[in-house]
């Protein structure tokens, strides 16, 4: 069975700094997706990124990025020049290629930005 | 946008109750799922549903049954809600074919069940 981990339940940083969010992971499959969810307070859980497995180069979304160390079985998420809309729980979560559509989800972390 | 329509937002039931948690989504996908999100645990998948009629235990489907009588509704049931189901419920879908969307989970806002 696979699972995920991440390891920070709470992080806090200012406004325009740059947040990095760890997430490991643990699975036999050689071929996966991996995913970043946003659930902002009181809203609906959104998609930030999502990276494939075969990819080696690194997903990135405006100022979201991820750096995938497979190997290493690494997901991390970096926020760049954070902004006060990205106060929100962040769920790291894996999916095999193939099969059902199933997600894996980690703990979460809570993110909060001051200003 | 894809939409995913969770129809009560808080509820507030009594231990032994029947509960009905419903969820409609509009983007004709095929897949449709449940979690329950607790605090610490992050989200656990109760049932899914690959298609009409059809569906699937996941991680924690004890208490739970589900029903999917059409494509674009999926409904969770607790047959007789007890203190520890309390949880916030949440409701996705996502499209199994191969366009670039797919395998990208759409959630609804979610259901916040007490259960007293």
């Known amino acids: 069975a696979q699972t995920v981990t991440q390891s920070q339940p709470e992080m806090s940083v200012q406004e325009a700094e740059t947040v990095t969010l760890s997430c490991t992971y643990d699975?036999?499959?050689?071929?996966?997706?991996l995913f970043w969810y946003k659930q902002p307070p009181s809203r609906q859980m959104i998609l930030v990124i999502r990276?494939?497995?075969?990819?080696?180069q690194n997903a990135t979304e405006n100022r979201f990025s991820v750096n995938f160390q497979k190997a290493a079985k690494s997901f991390s998420l970096k926020i760049s020049d954070s902004q006060l809309g990205d106060t929100a729980m962040y769920f790291c979560a894996f999916m095999k290629h193939e099969g059902a559509q199933k997600l894996v989800f980690g703990q979460g972390t809570r993110l909060t930005i001051n200003p | 946008d894809v939409k995913v329509t969770q129809s009560s937002r808080y509820l507030v039931k009594r231990t032994g109750e029947k509960v009905f948690l419903e969820c409609v989504q509009d983007m004709d996908h095929e897949n449709m799922f449940w979690y329950r999100q607790d605090p610490g645990l992050g989200l656990r998948l109760i049932y899914f549903?690959?298609?009409?009629?059809?569906?699937e235990k996941g991680d924690i489907p004890e208490g739970y049954s589900v029903s999917r009588e059409k494509k674009e509704r999926f409904s969770l049931i607790l047959e007789s809600a007890s203190t520890n189901q309390t949880s916030m419920y949440l409701c996705?879908?996502?499209?199994?074919?191969?366009?670039?969307?797919?395998?990208?989970?759409?959630f609804g806002a979610g259901s916040r069940l007490t259960v007293l």
């Open positions: 996705a879908s996502s499209d199994r074919g191969l366009n670039s969307g797919a395998n990208v989970l759409t």
């Open positions: 699975t036999s499959e050689n071929n996966y997706y």
């Open positions: 549903s690959y298609d009409v009629k059809m569906k």
């Open positions: 990276q494939e497995a075969y990819k080696q």
